[in-house]
Every structure is written in structure tokens, then in C-alpha cells.
């Protein structure tokens, strides 16, 4: 065992900055308002107070290079200059990768394993040079020395990275990036000795890869030879999100010296092991805010063998701290309430006697086990009948729409914010939101929109705002939480039983549908989302939790349909994210799923079209799933990753327009990829759209993107009806 490796630790932190001080940094940057410079110097401040405050709570071991500018697996594809050669000529190749420039687009973006974060995917080929470029973890380490701190980096691990990466374009049929793992453990080899060189003890290596199915023999490969070179720094190989399984014996033969377990899913069954090496001890966990039950996690630190403590995983994923926040008194933990826990078991040790400190609350406030109603599901009828009784709509071949939301404008945000804050009136916000979905409706029916959306300026998110409209939720002030890049959502606390005290949505759906007379969606989140994006309780099964939720969304169905509304779109983009890890435990949460989104919907009339949607989470995946959800349409993301759903058997709208990039596609870009998309979905089945909602891009940029988008609708529908068209 390495008796050096710290008692108390963390496996990464929040980076955004308590007050979103990096996103704003972000956002300044890239529209020309600051510098390169402020962007730095925003950086290395908020990396200062994250090493200062830590050392405050009393944590022994701090990490370094886990602040991003935007994501860790984009910093790794710099770390080992695995940038593809598009990029490369670009003034910011980093920022080109993440959010594309003219003319070039940005790398695929896909979600984190099971989590909203999400991740930028590398794309490695046959020919991808690799070479190590220590420069940020090397200047992490010497900020931090600077400041009094020693510091263990951390990098993703090469693993994990190969697999989470794509062949590049132009790979040989049969190639995948794991196939380059030599190629790359030449290059850690190189890191680590220059990690040496600087006086590191340690270095973690994060391979939450582990945890699913498959890559063992990568594993115990790639880690008998970075433990076998002599020139480096200790390593902590850390797993994450599950039970490490399999993976434990490949590990077990190396000669890492630490290896970093998720024991909130239990201690695995080998974990005899690694007897004889550090086990840390991730027992506070990183993805959820309930407090932590310091007794049942003694008895797993004991269980483990292990004498450190630490997160589960990175605390990426929770908000920075309760201060400020009066929501469930005594029952939540944010990231700094969670390293007072690790700092806390620590002292204690996995020996202390039960109960010599407190344990914490529950996972509930009072509420109790309300048994779901028998509502009765009702099954639609079969999409051929379905389909007959929605030609009224009188949608035109390639019907455009788009996903929701519209930009959320500086005046709409400061007036939601003065609303809450009790400084305009109901009349006032009211008068403002109709404005302002009289805009949304008046620019789509100008463009030349066939389904309507209207805007929905009265959301602050598609999970927030719905939560603040249902008993048995509550909502931080400040609990923000990073997504991806500068993209922060502040996760509700789904904490008793889920109720619908009142329709949520009917209000600004039929006001938007009294100034047109073309068909305006109403807009809903689908419950496995809600669900999904909400820091949930603890004390009942998810699939019970899902449910209540369904049933709230099916309500709103029904007084949307009765209030006129034709066309209905019940999102489920975390469908394929709360995917079990493992495929033996999939099936079940699969089946679970469906029947969730189905109850939420069947209750729909056939004349009633439904829609959802799904990004940026490999849908193809859970294509099976998609195709059981049996909505009359289904949106996807496609335009970074060009994924498809084959054999879908209703209405499909694969997206054409990347809305996390600023780009502009243009025309010709749009036409081609519908011309794609009809090489595999039939005309009359195929719908044309964004890939995801517009509330982070600006009116200029929508009015120029959906401009282009409903010009190439048009060419390619006049190029079908064109008699010599083949």
C-alpha cells in the first residue's frame, strides 16, 4: 500500500465558477467583448479559489487539471495533439473543435455516460499523429505550487479515451481508435515522465470506462505498461458511475498503486484484489445532493478495505454550495458540503463506532408513498389510423417546424428576474411574454414555417419550469450546474410525490395558436427527462418516481388537446442518458421507459399529432425504444454526428441545422444533408428541423439559419415534384 496518498480527497470539482464567472467569461470571448487575456485571467482565478477553498474545508489531496475551458476529453485530444487537420490552419483550433468556425464544423458532441454533461468525441484514424503537449497540466501544477498547494493531476485516461473517441473520416472499414492504443501509451509514457520530471507524486487517471461492459484486456494492457516505466510520478487509476466488475482483476495485475472505487454501487465482489495497494474509497456521492449516510459509508469503507476517502466521481456534476440556498433544511449536500463529508469520514476512519457523528437525513421531506392512480392507459390507434385522421393538418411534403424554444432575449431574462423578485407585476410579465410569442409567431409565419412553436419566453428550462408547476419539487436560486461549454441548467430536487395542481402549459399554447392559422405545437417535457435532469429521491424506485411524473404529463396532454391544440411534442432527450451501463441492465429500464413516455401520451386522441425529441445522446442506440415511444414524429440530432434511426416507420426529422454552433449552415449544406435523408426515409415520412431548440442563438442567427432551412425544404420538394426528378 502507498501510506502517501492523501486521506481526504476529491476526484474533481465544479469549474464554472460559483456565479457562472467562467461562462460569462466564455461568452464575452467569443462575442469579441473581452480578450483571449480576461478569458485567462478569469481561469486561473477561479482555479486559486478552488485550490484555496478546498484547503479550507481541510481536504488533503487537491487536483489539478480538471478546470476546462470547455470539456476534459477536447483537453486530452489537445494534451496528445489529436487535433484533426481541418482544425489545425484555424486562428483557435480548441474553440473551432468545440463550436466550429465558417466553413468548418465542430467535432461530434455527445453525452457524458449516463450523465447531461456532455462531451466533445475525438476523432482518430490510422494516420492521427500523437505527441504529448504537457503545457496545461504542467502550468496547473506550478500555478498551484505557487499558491502553497501540491497538487495531483488528473487526465482522462487513455482507455477510456480511445473508446469514447470515433474513427475519423476516411478510416479503413474494421478500424477502430482502440486499435491505436500502442500508439497513444507511447505518449502517456511521455507525459507521465514529464509529470516526473516536475516533482508530481501522484496522477490520477480517469477511466470510468470501466464500468461497462468489454475492455479488459485493453485495460490490463495499457496499465501493466505505463506502471511498468520506471521515470514516474504514483498512479491513481479511478473508476466511476458503477461497479468496476470485470474490470478489477485486469487491474489487480498491474502495479498501480492506487486504484479509486465507486462504492456507492456496492464494493465489488474481487475487491480482496487489490489487497496490498491503496484502495480510495468513493463513498460521498458526486451525482446526487441528498447527505450522505456516514454510517452505512464507514461499512462500506470498511467492506472495501480502504483507509481514503472520497467522491464517487468528479463533483462536476452537483452546484458549488448550500450558502444561500433555504430548500429541505438538513437533507442536501452540494460540493462543498460533500468534501466537509470526505473530510469528516476521514477524521473518523471506517473503525469509528456507529453514530459518533451525524448521519444525515433521508432522501424525503415528510412526503409519503402515494400509490400511483389506475388512470387507465390508452392505446392510440395504429399510426396508418393515426396518420389518415392528422391529414387535416394539410401539411405540405417535408413540413418544416422547429424544436421549441426561441433566443431568450436579454429584456426576457431581466423580466422574468423581476417578476420573481416581486418588482412587476403579474399584468406587466404577462403582457411582455405575449409580446414577445407574437414575435416568435409572426417571424416563422414570414419565413414560411409549416407546424408553429411558440417561442416559450415564459421558460427558464425545460425541466425547471415544469418542476416549479408540480408538487413534490423544489428549485435552487443558485444550484447551477455545467451541461457543456457555457451551458449551465440548475437541476430541480424532486423530493415527494409528484402532483399537477393546475395545467402548466395550455395558457401560452392557445394564445400563440389564436394569431395564426397554421398548427402551433404545444409544448411538454417528457417525464424520463424531467426525471433525468432532476436530483431525484432516494427512497423509491426511479420507475415509481417516472411514473407520478407521467401521469402530470399525460394530464397536460389532455387540456392541451382539449384546448384546441392539434399538434403536441413531449420531449424525451435523456432517453437514451439514463441508460444502464452494463447491457444485462438495460432491457428493464428500456421497458420501464416506454411505458412511461407511452402512459404520458396514449391518453391523445388519433387526430392529435404527437412528437418528441432526442440529442445528443446516440440514439441509434435505443433505436428499438424510439420506435416503442410510437410518437407520429420523432426529431433527432444529426447535423455534427449524421446519426439516423433505420427502419423508423413514422415521421422522422433527422436535424439540419446545429444549433450549439454559431455557425450558419447554408443553404446548400441543408439541401444535401435532406437529400441524404431521403435515401433511407420516404418523402412523406420525412420532416425537416434544427437539431435542438434556438433559446441559446440570437434572432439574427435564427432568422439567417431558418431562412436557409425552409429555402432548401422548398428546393428539394420543387426538384421531387419535377417530372424528370429520379
Known amino acids: 500500500m502507498s501510506d502517501d496518498f492523501p486521506v481526504s480527497t476529491v476526484l474533481g470539482y465544479p469549474r464554472i465558477g460559483p456565479d457562472r464567472e467562467l461562462k460569462h467569461a466564455l461568452e464575452a470571448y467569443w462575442d469579441g467583448r473581452a480578450g483571449r487575456d480576461h478569458l485567462e485571467r478569469v481561469g486561473r482565478r477561479l482555479r486559486a479559489d478552488t485550490w484555496r477553498r478546498l484547503a479550507e474545508l481541510g481536504l488533503d489531496g487537491l487536483p489539478s487539471n480538471t478546470f476546462s475551458f470547455y470539456d476534459q476529453v477536447l483537453d486530452t485530444a489537445m494534451l496528445v495533439d489529436a487535433v484533426p487537420d481541418r482544425y489545425r490552419e484555424c486562428a483557435d483550433p480548441y474553440f473551432a473543435m468545440a463550436r466550429g468556425v465558417d466553413g468548418v464544423a465542430p467535432l461530434r458532441m455527445t453525452k457524458w455516460f449516463d450523465t447531461n454533461y456532455h462531451y466533445l468525441v475525438p476523432e482518430i484514424g490510422p494516420r492521427t499523429r500523437f505527441r504529448a503537449v504537457a503545457d496545461k497540466p504542467l502550468a496547473e501544477v506550478r500555478e498551484a505550487r505557487e499558491l502553497g498547494h501540491e497538487t495531483r493531476p488528473v487526465l482522462v485516461g487513455p482507455v477510456t479515451f480511445l473508446r469514447l473517441a470515433q474513427a475519423a473520416p476516411g478510416s479503413p472499414d474494421g478500424f477502430t481508435p482502440v486499435d491505436r492504443l500502442d500508439d497513444l501509451l507511447d505518449v502517456y509514457v511521455r507525459l507521465l515522465s514529464l509529470l516526473a520530471a516536475e516533482g508530481v507524486g501522484w496522477v490520477q487517471l480517469d477511466e470510468p470506462i470501466l464500468v461497462t461492459d468489454g475492455g479488459s484486456p485493453a485495460v490490463r494492457h495499457a496499465y501493466r505498461r505505463l506502471a511498468g516505466h520506471p521515470r514516474r510520478p504514483k498512479l491513481l487509476v479511478a473508476s466511476y458511475f458503477g461497479d468496476i466488475a470485470d474490470a478489477l482483476p485486469a487491474l489487480a495485475v498491474t502495479s498501480v498503486e492506487a ?33 450522505t449516510d456516514l454510517d452505512r459509508a464507514r461499512a462500506l469503507m470498511a467492506a472495501a478495505g480502504a483507509t481514503r476517502v472520497s467522491s464517487s466521481c468528479s463533483l462536476l456534476h452537483v452546484p458549488y454550495s448550500l450558502r444561500g440556498e433555504d430548500i429541505l433544511p438538513g437533507r442536501l449536500a452540494f460540493a462543498e458540503e460533500k468534501v466537509a463529508e470526505i473530510v469528516a469520514l476521514a477524521a473518523l476512519g471506517p473503525k469509528a463506532a456507529p453514530g459518533a457523528v451525524d448521519t444525515g437525513g433521508t432522501a424525503v421531506t415528510g412526503a409519503g408513498s402515494r400509490r400511483r392512480p389506475d388512470t387507465g392507459v390508452t392505446e392510440r390507434s395504429a399510426y396508418a389510423v393515426r396518420a389518415a385522421a392528422q391529414r387535416d393538418l394539410n401539411l405540405p411534403t417535408l413540413p418544416v417546424t422547429t424544436i421549441g424554444s426561441f433566443p431568450q432575449t436579454a429584456e426576457v431574462r431581466a423580466a422574468r428576474q423581476a417578476f420573481a423578485a416581486g418588482r412587476s407585476s403579474r399584468e406587466e410579465y404577462e403582457s411582455l411574454i405575449e409580446r414577445e410569442i ?18 416559450e419566453p415564459e421558460r427558464n428550462d425545460m425541466v425547471q419550469y415544469f418542476a416549479e408547476h408540480l408538487d413534490g419539487f423544489a428549485v435552487t436560486r443558485n444550484g447551477w450546474v455545467q451541461s457543456y461549454g457555457s451551458r449551465c441548467t440548475r437541476p430541480p430536487i424532486l423530493h415527494g410525490d409528484v402532483r399537477r395542481p393546475a395545467p402548466i402549459t395550455v395558457r401560452w399554447a392557445t394564445y400563440a ?11 411538454l417535457t417528457g417525464p424520463v427527462t424531467i426525471v433525468a435532469w432532476s436530483f431525484v429521491r432516494a427512497d423509491r424506485p426511479l420507475r415509481d418516481v417516472t411514473m407520478q411524473v407521467a401521469d402530470a404529463v399525460r394530464e397536460e396532454v389532455r387540456d392541451l388537446e382539449a384546448a384546441g391544440i392539434r399538434v403536441i411534442q413531449v420531449d424525451e432527450p435523456a432517453l437514451r442518458e439514463l441508460l444502464p451501463l452494463r447491457k444485462g441492465d438495460q432491457d428493464e429500464y428500456l421497458a420501464w421507459a416506454v411505458a412511461a413516455y407511452r402512459h404520458a401520451t396514449g391518453g391523445a386522441g388519433d387526430a392529435t399529432q404527437i412528437h418528441t425529441h432526442l440529442c445528443y445522446s446516440n440514439a441509434a442506440d435505443v433505436s428499438a425504444a424510439i420506435d416503442a415511444l410510437d410518437a407520429d414524429v420523432t426529431s433527432i440530432e444529426s447535423a455534427r454526428s449524421g446519426t439516423g434511426v433505420p427502419g423508423f416507420g413514422r415521421g422522422l426529422g433527422p436535424g439540419v441545422y446545429d444549433i450549439h454552433s454559431p455557425r450558419i449552415p447554408s443553404r446548400a449544406e441543408i439541401t444535401a444533408r435532406l437529400q441524404r435523408a431521403l435515401r433511407t426515409i420516404p418523402a412523406e415520412r420525412l420532416w425537416v428541423n434544427p437539431d435542438c431548440g434556438l433559446k441559446t442563438r440570437t434572432y439574427e442567427q435564427v432568422e439567417e439559419a431558418l431562412t436557409n432551412v425552409v429555402a432548401a425544404a422548398g428546393a428539394v420538394r420543387a426538384s421531387m415534384e419535377d417530372p424528370g426528378h429520379r
Open 259 to 291: 486504484v479509486a472505487l465507486d462504492l456507492t454501487h456496492g464494493v465489488p465482489e474481487d475487491v480482496e484484489l487489490l489487497r496490498g495497494r491503496t484502495v480510495v474509497a468513493g463513498v460521498v456521492s458526486g451525482r446526487e445532493v441528498w447527505r
Open 438 to 455: 407574437g414575435r416568435a409567431v409572426a417571424l416563422q409565419e414570414r419565413l414560411g414555417i409549416d407546424v408553429l412553436v411558440h417561442g
Open 513 to 523: 395558436q389564436s394569431l395564426t392559422g397554421r398548427p402551433v405545437k404545444g409544448m
